[in-house]
C-alpha cells in the first residue's frame, strides 16, 4: 500500500493502469463510448493516481484527456490537460512520453494557428526522439511538421517532412497496429500538395493510399481524413480517374462528416465542411457555399481555430 505523502516515481504508468486507460480511448475512437462518459471514466483514473500517488499514472491520465479535448475541438482545455501531463511526465523522468507530449501540443497549437510553437514542439519532439532512438515518434513528427508548413504554403519543405515520414515508417518493428493511421495522414498531407500544385492525377494515387490505409486501420478519425481527401481530389479532377469511385464528391464528404461525428471531432468536421463548401463553389453552386462557409466560420471561431476562420472568411467572400 502505497501512503499519501509518499509519490511513487516510477517512469512508466502501470501496465495495468495504461491498459484500462487505452480501453477508454480505444473503445472512443471505435465510436463504442460517447465522448461525455470517457471523459468520466479517465478523470476518475487521475484522481485514482492522485490517490496512490502514482505521478506517471496520473501524467497518463491527464494525456489521455488532452488527447481527447484535442479531437473535440476544445483546445485550450487540451492544451491545458497536456502541460500538466508533460510537467508530471517530466516528474518521473520519462523523456519519450515528454517527448509525444510534445507531439501533441504541437497538434493543439496548430490548429490555432500558431505555426511557430507548433513547429518548435514538433522539433522538439522530433529531435528528444532521434537521441533516444525512437522511429515512432520520429516519423510523427515529421509528418506533421509536413503538415504545418503545408498550411502556411511551403509545399516544397512539405513534401519534404511527408516523404521522410514515410522513409521513417518503413523501419518501424513494433506497434505496427499504429502504422495505418499516420500512413493515412501522410498521404491525404501528399495528396494535398499534389492538388496545391495542379498535380491532380499524382493526387489521386496519395487519395487512394491514403483510403486504402484508413480502411486497414479501421478508426474513424482516418476514415474521415481519408474520404475527405478523395473528396478533394475528385472535386479537382471532375470525375474518378478509376471504375467502382463515386463521381460526385460529395459522396465522400458525406463519408468524412459521417466517420468525424462518429467520435465528436468538431474540428475535423468542420474542417471537412470547408472543403465541401469549396467543391460547391467549383461546381458553380455559389449560394450554397455561401450559406456552408458562413457556418463554418462560425464554429472555427468557436473552436478557436483563427487561422481556419480566416480562410473561411476569405473563401466566403470569394464566391458572394
Same mark, same amino acid.
Given at each position: ?10 517512469i512508466?504508468?502501470?501496465p495495468?493502469?495504461?491498459r ?38 496520473q ?27 508533460r ?19 504541437g ?8 505555426f ?7 522539433? !522538439?519532439?522530433?529531435?528528444? =526522439?532521434?537521441?533516444l532512438?525512437?522511429? /515512432?515518434?520520429?516519423?510523427i513528427? @515529421? #509528418?506533421?511538421?509536413? *503538415? ?6 511551403h509545399?516544397?519543405?512539405?513534401r ?13 518493428t513494433?506497434?505496427l ?13 501528399l ?18 493510399r ?10 474513424p ?11 478533394e481530389?475528385?472535386?479537382?479532377l ?15 464528404f ?6 468525424f ?8 468536421? !468542420?474542417?471537412?465542411?470547408? =472543403?465541401q463548401?469549396?467543391a460547391?463553389? /467549383?461546381?458553380?453552386?455559389?449560394? @450554397? #457555399?455561401?450559406?456552408? *462557409? ?27
Open positions: 500500500m502505497v501512503r499519501l505523502g509518499q509519490p511513487q516515481m516510477d512508466e504508468p502501470t495495468e493502469f495504461n484500462r486507460c487505452m480501453e477508454i480511448i480505444n473503445s472512443w475512437e471505435r465510436g463504442e463510448l460517447p465522448f461525455k462518459e470517457a471523459i468520466t471514466h479517465l478523470t476518475a483514473y487521475g484522481q485514482e493516481a492522485v490517490h496512490d500517488n502514482h505521478i506517471a499514472n501524467g497518463r491520465a491527464e494525456h489521455l484527456m488532452g488527447y481527447l479535448q484535442h479531437y473535440r475541438g476544445n483546445l485550450n482545455t487540451s492544451i491545458h490537460h497536456y502541460e500538466r501531463a510537467s508530471l511526465y517530466m516528474q518521473a523522468g520519462n523523456r519519450p512520453l515528454v517527448a509525444i507530449t510534445d507531439l501533441n501540443q497538434e493543439n497549437y496548430r490548429y490555432k494557428g500558431d511557430t510553437r507548433a513547429r518548435r514542439l514538433y522539433r !522538439a519532439a522530433y529531435e528528444a =526522439s532521434r537521441d532512438g525512437d522511429i /515512432r515518434i520520429q516519423t513528427a @515529421a #509528418a506533421n511538421e509536413g *503538415l504545418v508548413l503545408l498550411t502556411i504554403g509545399s516544397g519543405s512539405a519534404q517532412s511527408l516523404e521522410e515520414g514515410l522513409r521513417l515508417a518503413e523501419q518501424w513494433d506497434r497496429e499504429q502504422l495505418p493511421g499516420i500512413l493515412c495522414e501522410i498521404y491525404h498531407g495528396a494535398s500538395i499534389d492538388l496545391a500544385e495542379n498535380r491532380h492525377e499524382a493526387a489521386w494515387g496519395k487519395a487512394l491514403a483510403l486504402e490505409a484508413a480502411h486497414n486501420s479501421q478508426q478519425m482516418h476514415l474521415g481524413f481519408a474520404n475527405r481527401t478523395m473528396g481530389v475528385i472535386s479537382r471532375g470525375r474518378p480517374l478509376e471504375a467502382g469511385f463515386a463521381e460526385d464528391p460529395d459522396e465522400y458525406r463519408a468524412s462528416l459521417e466517420a461525428k462518429e467520435v465528436n471531432a468538431e474540428a475535423e468536421t !468542420a474542417r471537412t465542411m470547408f =472543403s463548401a469549396q460547391l463553389a /467549383r461546381q458553380g453552386r455559389r449560394t @450554397a #457555399a455561401a450559406r456552408k *462557409l458562413q457556418q463554418v466560420m462560425i464554429t472555427f471561431t468557436q473552436l478557436g481555430m483563427v487561422d481556419d476562420a480566416a480562410r473561411a472568411a476569405e473563401a466566403q467572400l470569394a464566391v458572394l
